[in-house]
């Protein structure tokens, strides 16, 4: 008998929540503030803002999973709690997501100054080429929060508001639901839209008030320019 708790085999934003507090979105002015203040963690701070990647799946890379040539990282594996390389929760987490030029270019840059640079070895690691320890990048995220001064008393943030930052922005963007849910690695495309489906609406309502604030103008600038003149 499988004695495992199903609830286990969710990511944070998929568990039920016994506590009034919301996961805050880290995106705009307060991602860049907190970039500012993260130390010796910033390039993986920014990666998880970029990528979406949850943090086990970031911690478990290796060179060899990032495709420059191609533009994207092939997520297989995790690093568990005891820096070794472990199986995904998920099927549906082992996927490929998309290397924006600028995070590639972050990844070059990191190879070409560390040590450790073979297919096998982790992209990021301690001085000794191990694998990062949770704990450690967790202290030092809620560190870098204080220090920017963004934490709030009713929503508190947390590794995983960068997961969500990296939703919103492909959601303002304008992209489906099914390839944000891949992005994420999400089992299907009805967890994306549970946990995301404010800003689904949001999304699509910006839109179609863009539309029609353009074709009142457009109405308008035409009614304008055929009034004659006296």
């Not at 016994?18 to 996961?23: A, D, E, F, I, L």
């Not at 130390?39 to 949850?54: D, N, Q």
């Not at 999973?65 to 995904?88: M, N, P, T, W, Y």
């Not at 490929?96 to 270019?105: D, H, I, R, T």
């Amino acid at each position: 008998m499988d004695r495992r708790n199903p609830v286990d085999c969710l990511e944070a934003g998929e568990k039920p929540h016994w506590t009034p507090q919301k996961v805050r979105i880290l995106e705009g002015e307060d991602l860049h503030r907190l970039l500012d203040h993260a130390g010796r963690y910033r390039i993986l701070f920014e990666f998880l803002a970029f990528t979406g990647l949850r943090i086990g799946e970031a911690l478990g890379l290796c060179w060899h999973d990032v495709d420059f040539e191609k533009g994207v990282i092939r997520i297989h594996r995790q690093l568990s709690r005891k820096r070794v390389h472990a199986e995904l929760k998920t099927p549906a987490a082992r996927r490929e997501v998309v290397l924006a030029p600028s995070v590639a270019k972050l990844l070059r840059e990191r190879w070409l100054v560390t040590r450790d640079k073979a297919a096998d070895d982790l992209v990021f690691s301690n001085s000794k080429g191990r694998g990062l320890d949770y704990r450690r990048v967790g202290d030092d995220f809620r560190q870098a929060i204080k220090r920017a001064g963004i934490q709030t008393a009713r929503e508190r943030l947390s590794l995983h508001s960068l997961r969500h930052g990296f939703s919103s922005m492909l959601i303002a963007s304008g992209l489906n639901v099914v390839f944000v849910s891949r992005q994420l690695g999400h089992a299907n495309p009805g967890i994306t839209l549970k946990t995301y489906a404010h800003l689904f609406d949001q999304a699509d309502n910006a839109a179609a008030a863009r539309q029609a604030l353009d074709r009142s103008y457009s109405a308008m600038a035409a009614g304008s320019d055929s009034t004659p003149s006296t």
